[in-house]
């Protein structure tokens, strides 16, 4: 059973950063990593990916601004955002893509950027 717990999220002004940090149960190091998120109202969409060899990938509106990580030993994989805006808020839900029809959730964290 793979189980994937998020923390992390929580209140923060514009301009502010937050870490958030997703820990796996089960095989970690041969799946890609993503997180992404969904604002009230939105459909969920790509933040950003870490592949097994650690090649990134980045939606346009955070490049520049986010950065993801992983850990194989530790079996984390970790979104560092800075410079927070406004429509960044939203729940972010960390991810493994096993191929097919094998993908797995965590719960979700809310990021919310408000002044």
Not at 32 to 46: S, V
Not at 80 to 104: F, H, I, W
């Amino acid at each position: 059973q793979v189980q994937l717990v998020e923390s992390g999220g929580g209140l923060v002004q514009p301009g502010g950063s937050l870490r958030l940090s997703c820990t796996v149960s089960g095989l970690f190091r041969p799946y890609t990593m993503a997180w992404y998120r969904q604002a009230p109202g939105k459909q969920r969409e790509l933040v950003a990916s870490v592949g097994s060899g650690s090649s990134t990938n980045y939606a346009d509106s955070v490049k520049g601004r986010f950065t993801v990580s992983r850990d194989n030993d530790k079996k984390t994989v970790d979104l560092q955002m800075n410079s927070l805006k406004p429509e960044d808020t939203a729940v972010y839900y960390c991810n493994q893509d096993r191929g097919g029809d094998r993908s797995y959730w965590g719960q979700g964290t809310q990021v919310t950027v408000s002044s």
